[in-house]
């Protein structure tokens, strides 16, 4: 029998064990679209190796002081917040593809302004415009490749935008140890010229020229990525394509919307951040003879368990991998709470100095041994965030919401991320001081217990299902 017989023309977006589309120049667009997260994984990761060699610097270079290296690396956040608004409006309008395109500019102008700073405000103004990259890349990507993606590999290509950031930062680890800040910053140009080279040759979604009633272009595009139109399912397109508060009372609407903004909530609220915070410094108390290796062995944790998320991802499911994700960050951030509250001294140590490093009651070999613990907590704590909490809800984002809202209720989604990282970020120290480390990642954990019963009570699962069947599942059809 030959593939053009009729008897195998079955559905290919329907249940599993039919067909699937054998197109593979899906990858290909994924890939290209990816190269936005790489470029805003480069920008988070630059701070890292960029701040010490700024630190250090002498005059005509631009230096920075404490105050500043905090905004330095706080300032991307506010720029990525302002840019996931700036997406969500681009995305509806411009389209998938062309807004893409679009943030590989402010990508390529922030890190040209990096390079050639001559003081401090030319170094926050480059950073501000690599934040507003990073916002517009994290929404649109998700989006794109959730819609050119057929269900069977939607899981894996969508888990790739997070690998691709956790390599953005990786690669930006490594290219410190052997490369100044300026140079730093020339590399951090060559992803997002990459990807503007790439995506000029890459199609629009076919959903969102659907929108556009531009059906001949969307069956072309859909030809160019699946290799056929076969077994293609329109996605409703109702008269209605802007959003308007009063469509909130929709259940179709407010339930995903709900859930959107909770697990992005729920992501930042993880203790992701302070781990991240007390990489190093737990490093240091396991007498590792060169901290500033902790960067990269979590840089590399990351990446291999993301990777891992992104192969089981369309076998495992959505709920299970956040369940499990959610479990091991409970154990490990309880651990954490746990170290710190036996490593640090009496009442009259400073809250300022448990903030840089834990002060041992203990005799030198106890305090060791417990430092071992703390480091195998975080390598715990980072498994499993790479594996659930941290691709799982930019996919789920890019799949939940009907094709009318998507690009407002996704830019609501990422600029509640960005302002959370920010706000986590910027009052991170003074949460110390309140509660003590110990008390932060108490908090933490129980963070992460709710974060695991609303993953069990709340969120639908979405494996290979099509988008269009998960929106009648919101819809109640």
Known sequence: MTPEDPEETQPLLGPPGGSAPRGRRVFLAAFAAALGPLSFGFALGYSSPAIPSLQRAAPPAPHLDDAAASWFGAIVTLGAAAGGVLGGWLVDRAG???SLLLCSVPFVAGFAVITAAQDVWMLLGGRLLTGLACGVASLVAPVYISEIAYPAVRGLLGSCVQLMVVVGILLAYLAGWVLEWRWLAVLGCAPPSLMLLLMCVMP???RFLLTQHRRQEAMAALRFLWGSEQGWEDPPIGAEQSFHPALLRQPGIYKPFIIGVSLMAFQQLSGVNAVMFYAETIFEEAKFKDSSLASVVVGVIQVLFTAVAALIMDRAGRRLLLVLSGVAMVFSTSAFGTYFKLTQGGPGNSSHMALSAPVSAEPVDASVGLAWL???????????????????????????????VKGVATGMCVLTNWLMAFLVTKEFSSLMEVLRPYGAFWLASAFCIFSVLFTLFCVPETKGKTLEQITAHFEGR
């Open 374 to 404: 703390a480091v195998g907590s975080m390598c715990l704590f980072i498994a499993g965030f790479a594996v659930g909490w941290g691709p799982i809800p930019w996919l789920l984002m890019s799949e939940i919401f009907p094709l009318h």
């Open 204 to 206: 629009e979604t076919p």
């Open 96 to 98: 998938r593809k062309l």
